[in-house]
Each structure stands twice: as C-alpha cells, then as structure tokens.
C-alpha cells in the first residue's frame, strides 16, 4: 500500500459520508465497523471463539450485539475478554486488506483511531469535525438515539478538539461542498508526500 491514511472523528461527524468521498475519490477504503460485522456475522470468523466464551451471544449462528451488550452489562469485566478475541480478529481483516491493495492510497475509518493507539500504524491521520449543535441535530434526526444516549457516547469518547488537535488534517463537514473540496486537498497533499518519499 502506498499511503495508509487513518480517517476519524466522533458520532455524528460525518466520517461514513467523508470515507465515501474519499471512495469516490479512488482511494481503497477500509470501515472498521464494517469488518465487525463481517466477523460477527453467520460464518465470520468471531463466531466460533465467543460462542466458546459466550454461548449466550450467538443467535442464528452469528453473533447478536444486544446479546453482548447484555452480557457487558451484567459483567464489565466480560468487555476485556470480547476484546481479546475480536481485536487480533480485526487486526487480521485490516492486514488482508492492505496486502489486496498494494498500489493503493488507503483510508482506513476507524471511529477509535487514536484510542485504540492504531493511529501509530498509519502515515497521516484526518479528524472529521463539525460543530456540536450540528453533531447533536444529525445524531438526533435519525431517531435511534435519545439525548442522554448520545451523552454518554460521547463521554466514553476522546473529544473532538483533542482528535483535530492530534491530526494531521481537519474535514470540516458543514456543507458536502466544502467537504469534498477539503477530500481533494488532503489527496493533493498526499501525491505530494509521496512524490517527495
């Protein structure tokens, strides 16, 4: 892979629509998320192992969510284990990606990239941001979520000033415009690093 890109930013922020115009753009884009489900899903490769440790999340032959979250709730320390399975799971999802596309500018979004620590696996990093009254009115309008959901959320998450402050670039999300525009930069900025490599 020629550039690794790790894309970021907290609920709300626009990062899906960000990563998709960086798809759009040509780049090889990787969704962490997205890779979850492929391992919990029927067949996937979490589904064994945390049938093992948790018979009581598997439904259908793939692995249930709310089961987990049901199971974290009664035994936080169940959180600790669930990670110890499905983190080296995803380590290795991400690791097939970037061998399948070795000419490629990839974008990694990865919503914990600088939580987890993966932003040291990276060549630059962008934090997707807008302000909190349209973070709030867009995580709301989807109706999946109350308020104090949302709180909390975001209380589990770094901050969004401390994110900008730790990336290499800033999306400003406020129009889908200047969103783009700014995608086209860092994509500029990038062919220039790697001319200069």
């Not at 960086?22 to 979850?36: H, I, P, S």
């Not at 380590?91 to 620590?117: C, K, M, W």
């Not at 959320?153 to 800033?170: D, F, G, H, S």
């Amino acid at each position: 892979m020629r550039f690794r890109l790790g894309l970021t930013g907290s609920i709300g922020m626009g990062k899906s629509t960000t990563a998709q115009m960086f798809a759009d753009a040509g780049c090889a884009v990787w969704d962490a998320d997205a890779a979850v489900h492929r391992l919990y899903a029927r067949g996937g490769a979490a589904v064994v192992p945390l049938a093992a440790a948790f018979p009581a999340a598997i439904e259908d032959g793939a692995v249930s969510r709310s089961a987990l979250r049901d199971i974290i709730a009664r035994d936080p320390a169940a959180l600790a284990r669930i990670e110890s399975i499905v983190h080296p799971l995803v380590s290795q999802d991400r690791a097939d990606f970037i061998a399948a596309h070795p000419n490629a500018i990839g974008v990694f979004d990865i919503p914990l990239l600088f939580e987890t620590g993966a932003d040291a696996t990276m060549d630059a990093t962008a934090c997707v941001s807008a302000s909190r009254e349209t973070q709030r009115a867009r995580v709301l309008s989807r109706g999946t979520m109350s308020g104090g959901d949302l709180d909390r959320i975001l209380a589990r998450q770094m901050p969004n000033e401390e994110k900008c402050a730790r990336a290499t670039w800033v999306i400003e999300t406020d129009t889908l415009e200047h969103a783009r525009a700014q995608v086209q930069d860092v994509l500029k900025a990038i062919e220039q690093r790697l001319k200069h490599a």
